[in-house]
Each structure stands twice: as structure tokens, then as C-alpha cells.
């Protein structure tokens, strides 16, 4: 199983790395490394398991935060409505999004980024996602709210990207236009 000594900080080369496309179908070792770091995620959120093993609470996962430069992401979360949103994800990517942006009002976190770092993260308020299921069949997410921003913060590690590279660095909170925060 998954844990903490598992996940690279802020600094390790493979985080701004370009993670490359996994192959499809996928293989029973991809397969296996997607779950596990669903199940990670899952873990992370149950008061007992996280205590027992030392984990820090998460609501996404990218392989690369486990030095693996591959084209994978869980997340799993509850949105604004209490409504369930668990995906395991091979090579998502970005079809559209709504010109709009939102943002979470207390900054975002990582559990590759062990400070606090302060600040409007802009995210698109509404994206679609193409995407493949542990078994390789094809999908399509539309989402907003947290579900969207999480979904963006995992696509950027794929990417090489942290949250903070977002952040205004002269003003933090300066205000983005036509943007507005997400009250969770
Ligand atoms: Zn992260």
C-alpha cells in the first residue's frame, strides 16, 4: 500500500516532468498502481486508517507524486452537494472549459508541498474531461466545483505543474478576472 514515504516533496526532479501517456488497454501492472493509489486517497480520508499509518489527508493523487511520470490520477471527494466523486483515470485530458474562472478562497494544498503556501489559485469554474477507466473504456466528465478544480490540480502535475506556479507572486490575493471563489 501507498504511503507518505511513497510520495515525492516539492523539489524532486520528476515533479516537473511532462508524465508520459500510459498505453491502452492498460496493463494489469498500470491497472494495479491506478487502485492503489485510489485506494491511497480513500485511506488518507478514514480517520483511523490515516492515524494508524501516518497519512496526510488528500482528495487527489497524481502518479507522478509517487515518482512514476505516467499519465494517472485518482480523486476522490465529496462535492458542495454531498455528492460522491471517485475516479481512477488513465491519460485524462482537457477538452473544454467555460471561460469563467473559480477559486478555493483558502489557497490550495499538496501533499507533495509540505508548507503552506497562500494564495488565489485561478482554476476554469467548469471543465470537460476525456479520460480512460481502470479497464480502458473511454469516458467523459463534465464538472465544476471542487470536483473541476481537483480534477485541473492533478492534470497539472501530469504536466509539470504545481499549484503554486498560479499563485500572483507580487500580490497573492489580487483579485482574477471574471472569477469568483468557491465556498466549500
Ligand atoms: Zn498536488
Known amino acids: 500500500m501507498i504511503t507518505m514515504k511513497d510520495i515525492i516533496r516539492d523539489g524532486h526532479p520528476t ?16 491497472r494495479a498502481i491506478l487502485k492503489s493509489m485510489l485506494e491511497f486517497i480513500i485511506n ?8 494508524k499509518y501516518n497519512l496526510r489527508p488528500g482528495i487527489g493523487l497524481a502518479a507522478p507524486q509517487i515518482n512514476i511520470s505516467k499519465r494517472m490520477i485518482a480523486i476522490h471527494l465529496e462535492d ?15 477538452v ?3 471561460v469563467e474562472k473559480t477559486y478555493l478562497p483558502g489557497g490550495e494544498g499538496c501533499l507533495s508541498v509540505d508548507e503552506v503556501i497562500p494564495g488565489i489559485v485561478p482554476r476554469y469554474a467548469r471543465v470537460t474531461v476525456k479520460a ?4 480502458g473504456n473511454e469516458l467523459k466528465l463534465r464538472l465544476k466545483g ?3 478544480i481537483a480534477i485541473q490540480h492533478e ?15 507580487e500580490d497573492p490575493f489580487k483579485p482574477v478576472e471574471n472569477s469568483f471563489p468557491l465556498e466549500v
Open 80 to 94: 458542495e452537494k454531498g455528492k460522491l466523486h471517485s475516479y481512477a483515470l488513465f491519460n485524462p485530458k482537457i
Open 146 to 148: 471542487l470536483p473541476s
Open 132 to 135: 480512460y477507466d481502470i479497464d
Open 15 to 30: 515533479l516537473r516532468k511532462v508524465a508520459k501517456e500510459v498505453e491502452l488497454p492498460p496493463t494489469e501492472e498500470d
Open 155 to 169: 492534470i497539472d502535475h501530469l504536466n509539470g505543474i504545481m499549484f503554486y506556479d498560479h499563485i500572483n507572486k
Open 44 to 51: 488518507s480520508q478514514d480517520e483511523e486508517i490515516a492515524k
Open 96 to 98: 473544454s472549459h467555460s
